[in-house]
């Protein structure tokens, strides 16, 4: 069974909606969610949310931590073309004062935004 | 600054054959984190050097494996290749602040292996 799943799959919106992605996990040792966006080959690094930050928002992106229910979402308000792309979420488990990580990742939401 | 450089871009390979891919971090960055991305399986955590020091796996069997070097670069070999081997492999670098991960992961462009 996936550790980290995310929904929708896929999607496909207008420029301007907005647009809420969603990640759910089952680990053992949580420690840290983290969200990507990969549009060509190398992903970039958006969100961290830790049990000390369970909300983090940058420009027209936010992400919120429910611990209690296992799960994040991102959210994107006025889509623009250039988010189109695929939303990875990880998540981190481990001991803390491993001074290591591994990561578990989700199979991506395709988020297409149409003019 | 330079990014993470991996080398070769893109590779084929018979099955039986082994492969090398080489990871150069970004100059400070002494986390080495290497991915296989696949269409079916996703993006999945190959391992995680730090220091010349192998400190995660993932679950992968043993054909797959790697060092860092004292510079930081690191290499993952795997070995007796087979068809599912094909895939884009990913290396990133991050860095930790007192001893703490960022979760900031800096990926390279990867490497696409195709085995025939």
């Known amino acids: 069974e996936d550790k980290v799943v995310q929904s929708p799959l896929s999607l496909v919106v207008h420029e301007g909606d907005t647009v809420t992605l969603n990640c759910s996990y089952e680990?053992?040792?949580?420690?840290?969610l983290l969200w990507y966006k990969q549009e060509k080959k190398a992903p970039t690094f958006l969100f961290m949310l830790?049990?000390?930050?369970i909300e983090k928002k940058s420009g027209r992106l936010s992400s919120i931590l429910d611990k209690k229910e296992l799960s994040s979402i991102l959210n994107i308000t006025a889509t623009q073309t250039g988010d189109s792309a695929i939303y990875l979420c990880?998540?981190?488990?481990?001991?803390?004062?491993?001074?290591?990580?591994?990561?578990?990742f989700g199979k991506g939401t395709k988020l297409s935004v149409i003019p | 600054k330079a990014g993470v450089t991996q080398t070769p871009r893109y590779l084929i390979k018979t099955r039986g054959q082994q492969v090398t891919l080489s990871c150069s971090p970004i100059s400070g960055h002494r986390s080495v984190s290497w991915y296989q991305q696949t269409p079916g399986q996703g993006l999945q955590f190959l391992f995680e050097y730090f220091s010349e020091t192998q400190r995660n796996k993932g679950n992968f069997p043993g054909r797959f494996s790697g060092r860092q070097f004292s510079n930081s670069r690191s290499e993952m070999n795997v070995s007796t290749l087979e068809l599912g081997d094909s895939a884009l492999y990913l290396c990133?670098?991050?860095?930790?602040?007192?001893?703490?991960?960022?979760?900031?992961?800096?990926f390279g462009e990867g490497s696409r292996l195709t085995v025939l």
């Open positions: 990880a998540v981190e488990e481990g001991d803390s004062g491993a001074g290591s990580y591994q990561l578990t």
């Open positions: 680990v053992t040792n949580f420690r840290s």
């Open positions: 990133a670098s991050s860095r930790f602040r007192r001893g703490v991960w960022t979760g900031e992961l800096f």
């Open positions: 830790t049990s000390s930050g």
